[in-house]
């Protein structure tokens, strides 16, 4: 892929000295932005401990960090083993949401895309609540069967919606996309149809419906991890491509871009992102599509520097609606799908208000 | 700053495309009802009857409707499982002609007509020519239409107390002239929840006890037919203060409280025991877990405002009370 070859960078896809040098700025940003965040997480739930001995249990699981906390043998148990595992993965699956968010609407050139768009989200659904109504047997803290349904449900979902969509060897964007809200809706209404038969046996399926951290587990973390560093490495490798194919298809052809091999690449790698996110959490909405978009208003489209800021965002996100998911309703549980978008929705309005963004012409 | 411009040929068809998809996920959400949550207010059975024994008979039920059998039923269609069973233990069962397709007990339950619980079709119901329908708060919606059709239905809202399951029972009692046998059954089950209820009199405070219908923590507060069990036990409720009938508590909530007892509903759909409790994360210095009282619990049984809530109780009080129920 000989894209250096670009003859007179346009602003999208610039690659001039200043737009480098712009990158620490907003990196530390976001960076600091998530920290904060992290911070309130560990500080915030339905037990009562002193926000400064919640941070000190966890910064005396690093090395040579001493902190003398006297408190309840169950106090740390609560901050080590339940909310930091939590915000670990409100982390790591908001920065998964909102970087394949990003990829593909790269891909698509289209704001409307989302990590969903080719049937990812009803694909695991359906996938997850397979395995809820079989008899097989499944632990909502382990890598058990739902997750793992869930994710080859999504995967095929995918698979499926770029085969009836392919013809020879280009895929259409359009045609992609039909594909995927039809292989969506037909995903969407078996899942429908196991809800409404399964009894008080698809009753976990709701919950996976709205998606939850509520348990998260060390377990996890590490089982989605590779899926999840290797699908963003690939979508990072291709991060000038994804600039390059921002101009016309045609343009970026003549650019020496082989256009049709650059989208299967950052679509499969996206949805394995997507589609693991998905399979660790359920389907959480509005972050894939948003937090990119709030990204690009805020640091600008060149997808060098907006994919990690919009990781950054969205583990930010994804960690801060989670706090509010845990502790609205204190002791209990809001599903956090339904918190992104009621928080999300009204701030992306009046960005969208407020900046009266090019994309929406 | 934003100067990222997007070719936007495909509008229209791009707004269709997100407007199917919403629609479809709208769809999906609206499976909600069929949460545990749709359980209604704790009333009991509010019926009274009128007139002696012997037909015909005029009995006001939970909708206020004034319900007349000219003669006692003998093609009973039932679309409650808590009513079927109850229909069974006072000897009525061989006129049940149709039920829901919960109703799984006893097994001859099982093999009558099916219809759907949640939505019945009213065409299969005629088919079955019931002289009675009986239906509860789930198909309260379609009383007047079953009515409109010609049926006699008798409506009442599922019982949410051990008190209420007793007026259920003499309820169908009396509309299917059993006065008497349900009587016994009432008589038999008071007898053994005060056996219950006796051995538990120098009780003061009984165990705190987390019951758990999902893995992902969704349990039952207080307003529920379970949390009443759970108080007439003497139990201390975690999720007792909960706003929703049905909540889901955050584990750290369930740990925080750490609860004595944990009882497993949702044991025979999920494996959960003690060994995948303990291994939760946080779960495993939980009392419950250090004193392996990690008990899985029927919730067929438990949930079922019907005759067998006795033995769900039996159940639960031995999980409990260990020593007091050997």
């Not at chain 1, 996206?270 to 709030?294: D, E, K, N, Y």
């Not at chain 1, 204190?330 to 963004?357: C, D, H, K, N, S």
């Amino acid at each position: 892929m000989s894209i250096e070859a670009t003859p007179r960078p346009r602003p999208a896809v610039g690659l001039g000295r200043r737009r480098r040098l712009a990158t620490a700025g907003p990196l530390a940003l976001c960076t600091g932005l998530l920290v904060a965040v992290a911070a309130l997480s560990l500080t915030q739930g339905a037990a009562s401990i002193p926000p400064g001995t919640a941070i000190a249990f966890v910064l005396n699981r690093l090395p040579l960090i001493h902190i003398g906390v006297e408190a309840p043998a169950s106090w740390e148990t609560i901050v080590v083993d339940v909310r930091l595992p939590r915000l670990l993965a409100a982390g790591v699956v908001g920065a998964a949401l909102a970087y394949s968010g990003a990829a593909y609407q790269g891909v698509f050139r289209n704001p409307l895309a989302d990590p969903y768009l080719l049937g990812v989200a009803s694909g695991a659904a359906l996938g997850a609540s397979i395995a809820i109504v079989s008899p097989l047997e499944s632990s909502s803290y382990e890598f058990g069967w739902v997750p793992l349904l869930a994710f080859a449900g999504a995967a095929l979902a995918v698979l499926l919606a770029y085969g009836f969509a392919q013809s020879g060897r280009t895929v259409s964007n359009t045609a992609l996309i039909l594909a995927g809200i039809a292989i969506s809706s037909v995903a969407s209404a078996i899942t429908s149809f196991i809800l409404l038969t399964g009894g008080d046996r698809a009753q976990p399926i709701l919950s996976f419906l709205f998606g939850s951290f509520n348990t998260a587990s060390w377990t996890r973390l590490v089982v989605g991890a590779p899926y999840l560093l290797g699908g963003a490495a690939v979508i990072a490798l291709h991060a000038r491509l994804l600039n390059v194919l921002q101009l016309d298809e045609e343009q970026a052809a003549q650019l020496g871009v082989d256009v049709a091999r650059s989208k299967v690449i950052l679509l499969a790698a996206a949805s394995l992102v997507a589609a693991t996110a998905v399979a660790m959490a359920g389907v959480i909405g509005f972050v894939g599509l948003v937090v990119p978009h709030v990204t690009r208003m805020v640091f600008g489209g060149d997808y060098r520097r907006l994919l990690p800021l919009a990781a950054l965002l969205g583990a930010s996100f994804l960690i801060g609606t989670d706090v509010l998911a845990r502790t609205l309703l204190r002791p209990q549980e809001v599903p956090v799908g339904i918190v992104t978008a009621m928080v999300g929705g009204p701030f992306f309005l009046y960005l969208l208000r407020v900046r009266r963004i090019g994309g929406f012409r | 700053m934003y100067r990222f411009s997007l070719p936007f040929r495909r509008r229209p068809l791009l707004a269709a495309a997100l407007a199917l998809a919403c629609a479809s996920l709208v769809l999906v959400a609206c499976g909600d009802d069929d949460a545990p949550g749709d359980a209604t207010t704790p009333t009991a059975a509010a019926a009274t009857a009128s007139g002696g024994a012997g037909f015909p008979r005029t009995i006001t039920d939970s909708s206020g409707a004034a319900v007349t059998l000219a003669s006692q039923p003998r093609r009973i269609v039932s679309l409650s499982p808590a009513a079927t069973e109850i229909l069974f233990a006072i000897g009525t069962g061989d006129r049940v002609v149709g039920s829901d397709a919960f109703s799984n007990y006893p097994d001859a339950a099982g093999q009558t007509e099916k219809l759907d619980y949640s939505k019945p079709d009213p065409e299969a119901a005629l088919a079955l020519d019931p002289d009675l329908v009986i239906m509860v708060t789930r198909q309260q919606e379609q009383v007047r239409q079953f009515r409109d059709l010609g049926m006699t239905v008798l409506y009442f809202e599922e019982a949410e107390t051990v008190e209420g399951v007793y007026e259920s029972i003499s309820l169908l009692g009396e509309l299917t002239g059993r006065d008497s046998e349900a009587a016994q059954v009432v008589a038999g089950m008071r007898q053994r929840v005060d056996a219950l209820t006796s051995k538990l009199a120098g009780v003061a405070v009984g165990p705190r006890v987390f019951y758990e219908i999902t893995t992902d923590l969704y349990t039952v507060s207080d307003d529920t037919f379970i949390g009443s069990m759970l108080a007439l036990l003497k139990a201390k409720n975690v999720a007792a203060g909960a706003s929703s009938k049905f909540p889901q508590l955050t584990a750290e909530a369930v740990i925080a409280a750490d609860p004595e007892v944990v009882l497993l509903a949702d044991a025979k759909f999920t494996n959960e025991n003690l060994e995948t409790v303990a291994a939760r994360p946080g779960w495993a210095n939980m009392s419950a877990v250090r004193d392996r009282r990690v008990v899985a619990i029927d919730d067929d049984i438990a949930s079922r405002p019907g005759p067998r809530i006795v033995d769900a109780m039996e159940a639960i009080a031995k999980a409990l009370y260990p020593d007091r129920f050997p």
